[in-house]
């Protein structure tokens, strides 16, 4: 998981921050293959990998990617991620930090 932020977001605007962050994700992972579902999250899925944005309970932009299923599934996920996170970093002016998912008890 990872909270990005926008810097040139406001801060009341939260809507409008997850949407410039799913468009900037949709436009990372056209032509990969990925089918996009809309609504929040909103989720792209291929195969064994899932990528989702959201606003987290505190209103902060969250990027999620994992994996299920076979050991190549998981390393797809992981180059996914990979890719994802350049090429979200090369063409926008965000800062991208890792989280640590809330465990279950929490």
């Known amino acids: 998981m990872h909270r990005v932020v926008l810097p040139d977001a406001i801060p009341d605007d939260a ?10 994700v949709r436009d990372a992972l056209t032509g990969k293959g990925f089918e996009e579902m809309a609504g929040s999250p909103h989720i792209w899925r291929k195969r064994g990998v ?5 606003l987290d309970n505190s209103g902060e932009l ?6 299920f299923g076979s050991k190549r599934d998981v390393r797809a996920s992981e180059r ?9 970093k090369e063409h926008a002016r965000l800062s991208i930090s890792v989280i640590s998912p809330a465990s279950p008890s929490e």
């Open 15 to 24: 809507a409008a921050a997850e949407e410039r962050l799913v468009q900037l």
């Open 50 to 54: 899932t990528v989702q944005t959201y």
């Open 80 to 88: 996914a991620e990979q890719e994802l996170l350049a090429a979200l």
């Open 62 to 67: 969250v990027l999620k990617v994992r994996a």
